[in-house]
């Protein structure tokens, strides 16, 4: 006997022999209340046969009790040991289901109905014999089917039916799955069999494995995923770096990496660094002015050294006194605007940015050229120069940039100008504040403004380059910036020595941007290696830029710094030549340009002269036979002079004026030249022509006019005296010359010759021609006034000579038709009077007065041949006395 069958006490031959008898016994004795709980019936302990005999009618003693009794020491320890087995069996039972799969196959995890028919394969894992089970199970698990209430059949693998009796309590309801466990375990049974356990163990290890490999996979693709949208990035970040200009990228950040020269870099700091008491609010710091210092005050020949000095003034002195002049009454420099010149290309635009971000300004760039509407250029400068840049919360003041001003219209010049020249409004507004509440504040400038331009000489900026701190932009120095080239071309994997890259900057004229520029493309084109011969013969580098006058002037008259040889010196003075289309002013510069020959002698003169003059004729046929293709020729002559006058020196050269100055004289004089002709009588006219006039007659004519007449009334001067003043006014009048009472600008009345014809042959250098004084112009004009009356009326009376006896004899000569003119003016006038006088004798009802004073005028004025004309003035030089009777 095995413990199990002495936990039960239950003999198994008596068992089997005694079957049937049994079960009948114990459906006698077992008749459980209806209430009787499952559990109770779980407590109840099967009794042996004997037992059962014994107790009778006894109530059933608890199991435990009677096991407890029955059971020795050792075997007890070894039951609680498999019934801790079973609690441990039913506490993994009710763990709860790990997941929704698990849930669901797990009967224990919900409440369900119990199959009719119950699984029992699990039986077979166990160790003990289906016999012994049924045996144990006496009471209630039955062989045959039981007479009275319900039953479940339950077979085993091998093919034993056993009958499980059904209590009320079970019957019909939902079966507790803890209480059928509860029997399980009573029964030490697990209430999943094994395999079913085993398969679900490898299932979870299945799902657990496939689990984690796909988190694996997905941690393993989001790592490749990142890095694969790294090397992405990485190539994508090449690219945009190999397509970059090589100007944006290496383009100076700091003041410390600008090429351009110092002295210009300084100055333009300190001129924004004079805003810095209105803008930021610092003091400025006041130095002493050069000159008055310890040397002044201890050594004299120092300060009189020093004053010498002060009519020598070098172009940077005089730049720098013009930064220390004194500031405005709103604390702003003297000039509120820089206007900075210079070829294209030397880093004008990065200078600006850099020192104005340097001086701690935000920058603002407005373009002149692409904001060409006047309202648009305003609106820019207004909103650039009154409001702070609100991004951020480094707020900075603004700094307006206007590149390219050269290319603004002339009205957005004004606007500037008016922008600059503003007056601050508010004190005025305040008192006439009702009145103008609709016109717009405008407020004084606050803020610098630098102006970039290529051509300083536009016409439209004239009136700013009159208000504006000039600084011009000298060019870049050719080893400087071969350094940064070199520098670039390292950074970049391309070889190239300084000569190469001294070449490369001859050729595009120190232009940082086609320096950089031309290297980028060779580079592009997979060139890592560059040589002199390459740059040379490059047709890239080059641009096509229309340099300034000035600019051509000087690469004309000043050698290259580098030795060229001639044929490229040639070649760059043609090509220059050639891209400007001012032909005309480039061949008047050499009479402006202060050239020091090279050698001694006028043989250079001479053949500049002569190419002058080859130029004249080939422009003469060029017009004349309309032959443009001679056109090409043209740009010899600037070249002829480069290789006649070119020094090392930088010339000075002045804008030539001269040119349009004698071409306007010339035509003025031209003009006087005909207007003298044109009245001349007939037989003179046919004698004299303009050139005769101008060069052999007009000098001396201008003697013969002159002459030596005492400054006296007329009348009183002497027979020769009045014979030579009578050929005077003879001479005059027949070269058509008279003078012609004007008044200067100063208010001064003078006499001039008219037509003026002085200037013809006023040469300067030479002495004036001998003047007349004002008062005997005064007389000459007023006799050949006369003198003119006199032969208009003996031309009329030749004429028509019956008008002769019709004519009264007048005092003067008052029978021309300009007297008769002069009759009607004064019959109008007094026509007028009249009218108003019989308006106001009509008021007055006299009719008799009206006729009295009509009369009265008639005789005097209106119906009399005297005239007496006043002009108005003072001359004490002409006196005569008229008395009232001569006049009636
Ligand atoms: N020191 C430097 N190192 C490298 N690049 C530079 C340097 N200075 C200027 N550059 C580059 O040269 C180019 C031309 O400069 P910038 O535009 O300032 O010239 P600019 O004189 O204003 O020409 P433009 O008159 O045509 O406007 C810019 O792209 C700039 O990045």
């Known amino acids: 006997m095995d413990e199990y069958d002495e936990m039960f006490g239950i003999e198994d031959e008596y068992e089997q022999q005694f079957a049937d008898e049994l079960e009948v016994l114990a459906e006698m004795d077992f008749n459980p209340a209806p209430s009787t709980k499952r559990s109770e019936f779980r407590k109840q302990k099967p009794q042996s046969f004997q037992e059962a005999i014994t107790a009778g009618d ?17 075997k007890r320890l070894r039951q609680d040991v498999a019934k801790k087995l079973f609690e441990v069996s039913q506490v993994d039972d009710i763990t709860p289901p790990s997941s929704p799969e698990e849930f669901h196959r797990t009967p224990s995890s919900r409440p369900q109905l119990i199959p009719v028919i119950l699984d029992i394969s699990g039986f077979a894992a166990i160790q003990e014999s289906p016999r012994r089970v049924t045996a144990a199970t006496s009471c209630h698990v039955l062989k045959r089917p039981p007479t009275e209430g319900g039953y479940v059949s339950v077979t085993d693998q091998t093919g034993n039916r ?7 309590d079970l019957r019909g309801k939902a079966v507790d799955p803890s209480a059928f466990r509860s029997s399980h375990n009573a029964l030490g049974l697990l209430a999943v069999p094994i395999e079913v356990l085993r398969e679900q163990v490898a299932e979870k290890r299945h799902r657990q494995v496939v689990e984690e490999s796909q988190r694996l996979t997905e941690r393993l693709n989001r790592c490749l995923d990142g890095r694969q949208r790294e090397e992405g990035d990485r190539e994508e970040e090449e690219e945009e770096e190999s397509s970059r200009l090589w100007v944006d990228q290496f383009s100076p950040q700091h003041y410390t990496e600008l090429l351009s020269d110092d002295f210009t870099n300084r100055c333009l700091l300190k001129w924004l660094k004079l805003w810095d008491q209105v803008v930021f609010g610092r003091e400025r710091k006041t130095r002493p002015p050069p000159g008055r210092g310890r040397f002044n005050s201890t050594n004299r020949s120092q300060g009189n050294f020093n004053q010498a ?7 940077s002195q005089i730049t720098e006194e013009l930064l220390e002049a004194e500031l405005d009454q709103y604390k702003r420099p003297k000039y509120k605007v820089v206007l900075l010149s210079g070829p294209p290309g030397l880093g004008k635009t990065t200078l600006a940015h850099i020192i104005a971000k340097h001086a701690g300004y935000n920058v603002v760039e407005i373009n002149a050229s692409d904001d060409r509407s006047a309202e648009l250029f305003q609106k820019r400068i207004d909103t650039a120069t009154q409001m702070r840049s609100v991004l951020g919360a480094n707020e900075k003041p603004n700094c307006l940039i206007i590149d ?6 002339a009205a957005a010049i004004s606007i500037l100008l008016a922008t600059l020249n503003r007056k601050d409004s508010q004190g005025a507004e305040s008192e006439a504040e009702p009145l103008k509440k609709k016109k717009k504040k405008e407020s004084v400038l606050l803020r610098p403004i630098i102006c970039i331009c290529n051509d300083l000489y536009v016409p439209a900026l004239r009136p700013l380059r009159q208000q504006a701190f000039l600084l011009a932009f000298p060019q870049t120095q050719p080893s400087r910036l071969a350094q940064r080239l070199a520098e670039i071309s390292r950074g970049q994997g391309m070889k190239a020595d300084m000569g190469t890259l001294m070449a490369l900057c001859e050729k595009t004229d120190n232009d940082i941007r086609s320096c950089i520029n031309t290297l980028q493309f060779l580079h592009g084109r997979g060139k890592r290696q560059l040589d002199v011969q390459s740059v040379q013969s490059m047709r890239i580098g080059q641009k096509d830029q229309n340099k300034g006058l000035f600019n051509l002037w000087q690469e004309i008259f000043q050698l290259p710094r580098i030795k060229r040889r001639r044929a490229e010196r040639l070649q760059h003075i043609l090509h220059l030549a050639s891209s400007t289309g001012e032909h005309d002013k480039l061949t008047q510069v050499p009479h402006h340009t202060h050239t020091v020959p090279r050698t001694p002698g006028l043989g250079r003169v001479c053949q500049a002269l002569d190419w002058l003059g080859f130029s004249d004729g080939l422009t003469q046929a060029m017009l004349q036979g309309q032959n443009f293709s001679l056109l090409r020729y043209q740009p010899f002559l600037p070249a002829a002079f480069h290789f006649l006058f070119a020094h090392t020196h930088v010339p000075r050269i002045n804008y030539p004026h001269s040119q349009y100055e004698a071409l306007t004289k010339t035509s003025a004089s031209r003009n006087a030249l005909a207007a003298m002709l044109s009245e001349v009588p007939a037989c003179i006219r046919t004698r004299v022509s303009e050139l005769s006039l101008s060069l052999d007659i007009l000098s001396l004519l201008l003697d013969i006019i002159c002459p030596k007449l005492r400054p006296v009334n007329p009348q009183l001067f002497s027979d020769r005296e009045k014979q030579q003043l009578v050929d005077l006014i003879h001479t005059m009048i027949s070269y058509n010359l008279s003078y012609r009472q004007d008044r200067t600008p100063d208010g001064q009345y003078v006499y001039v010759l008219e037509p003026r014809v002085e200037q013809v042959v006023c040469f300067p250098g030479l002495p004036p021609h001998r003047q007349l004084t004002y008062q005997t112009k005064q007389t000459i004009s007023r006799e050949m006034d006369q003198e003119r009356m006199r032969r208009a009326e003996s031309l009329m009376l030749l004429r028509n000579p019956h008008t002769k006896e019709k004519q009264p004899k007048a005092v003067t000569s008052s029978v021309t038709s300009s ?6 003016r004064l019959e109008n006038i007094l026509r007028n009077t009249v009218v108003e006088i019989r308006v106001r004798t009509h008021t007055i009802h006299t009719p008799l007065f009206e006729k009295r004073i009509t009369s009265c005028h008639g005789t005097a004025v209106g119906n009399s041949d005297v005239w007496f004309r006043f002009n108005e003035g003072v001359s004490n030089a002409v006196r005569r006395n008229i008395y009232i009777r001569e006049l009636l």
């Open 404 to 409: 390219e001003i050269d290319g603004a219209p």
């Open 162 to 168: 056993v009958y499980l009796r059904q209590t009320d």
């Open 58 to 74: 006894q109530p059933l003693r608890s199991q435990s009790q009677a096991s407890s009794e029955r059971t020795p020491k050792a």
């Open 819 to 824: 007297v008769r003119n002069h009759q009607q």
């Open 309 to 315: 000095n002060q009519k020598f003034k070098t172009k």
